[in-house]
């Protein structure tokens, strides 16, 4: 698989204070990549050393071949990035703000202003003031001045900040047709799991400057052990330390939940149903991102 990006041992020190430690990963062609991480972690920091806003202290970043250190020109051009709020002057058109931004980048033809225009969905509006936009619409034209130079890279901090579930599901969908038709990459960094779940191919999960995983979504949610929910009539104390200490079970008001492999769970009704206990129901707890991001991330 071809990477567009890949970063080896990257770190980053700040006043003699370490904020990167040997970060290394690559971002596929074609791919989804969520770059997921708690409050401070190192996200932002990490985005802004690939798109050149910030210095790397040791190591490389290689986009499309190109060492940012060797060769910065030929390494950034590659990437198109919202890192901050796209900046748009509110009192000129959505046109004219892609016209401006064309201007200054040599190259970018009316036909390929209109393409991106498409893409993006905008035609209907693009000749109206931005201050008539709405949020979504105005992440949508960021995006579409990002796209005008033919990035084979889009980097977006925090995409779907401030959208409602139906502009979250524009951008999601849009973020998706770019990848699988025009086979771009993209790299978001989002606090929203349910979303990063459904609009990502892989995850890379890093806490402290350090990369703790990165696996595909379905890699993260399964795993060989599933969580099963019992609900039972009253357990006794004798049936509740058991379960704690053989099975590590989690006690509650109506039951107890247990993670274990789906084949010991006949023997455990087994064992429940000779010592009395009556069991009404047993099913299955769907994990989610979430899930995982906070029992890797807690450790
Ligand atoms: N210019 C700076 N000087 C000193 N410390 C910094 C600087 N920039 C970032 N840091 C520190 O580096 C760490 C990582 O910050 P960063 O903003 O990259 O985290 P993040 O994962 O993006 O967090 P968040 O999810 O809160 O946006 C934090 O502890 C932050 O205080």
């Known amino acids: ?12 020190t700040i006043n003699r204070k370490t904020i990167i430690n040997g970060l290394s990963f690559s971002v596929h062609e074609g791919e989804v990549f969520g770059f ?30 190109k060492s940012i250190k060797d060769d910065f020109t030929g390494a950034i051009r590659h990437i198109g990035a919202i890192v901050e709020n796209p900046e748009m002057y509110k009192f000129l058109t959505g046109y004219q703000n892609l016209m401006q931004y064309a201007r200054m980048h040599n190259g970018i033809s009316k036909e390929k202003i209109a393409e991106v225009v498409k893409l993006v969905g905008l035609t209907d509006r693009i000749h109206e003031k931005v201050k008539t936009y709405s949020l979504g619409m105005r992440q949508r034209l960021g995006l579409a001045q990002c796209l005008l130079h033919d990035p084979k890279l889009l ?9 409602d579930p139906a502009g979250i599901r524009e951008i999601r969908d849009h973020l998706r047709m770019l990848t699988r038709e025009r086979g771009m990459s993209v790299i978001v960094s989002s606090h929203l799991l349910s979303e990063m779940e459904l609009m990502c191919d892989r995850i890379a999960i ?13 890699e993260f949610v399964e795993r060989e052990s599933a969580l099963f929910a019992f609900e039972t009539g009253d357990l006794h104390e004798q049936e509740t330390t058991w379960l704690k200490s053989e099975w590590d079970a989690t006690i509650g008001d109506a039951g107890f939940t247990v993670e274990t492999a789906r084949e010991k769970i006949p ?14 129901g047993v099913k299955t707890v769907a994990r989610t991102l979430e899930d995982r991001f906070l029992e890797v991330t807690s450790k």
């Open 1 to 12: 698989m071809n990477s567009v990006l890949t970063l080896k041992n990257v770190k980053k």
């Open 36 to 65: 997921l991480g708690p409050n401070g972690a190192g996200k932002t920091t990490t985005i802004r050393m690939i798109v050149g806003l910030m210095d790397i202290s040791e190591g490389d970043i290689v986009i499309c071949g």
């Open 155 to 163: 980097i977006l901090d925090e995409p779907t900040n401030g959208l």
């Open 206 to 218: 890093i806490q402290n400057g350090e990369l703790i995983d990165v696996q595909t979504v379905n």
């Open 267 to 280: 023997g455990l009704i087994k064992k429940l149903t000779a010592a009395g206990v009556d069991i009404y």
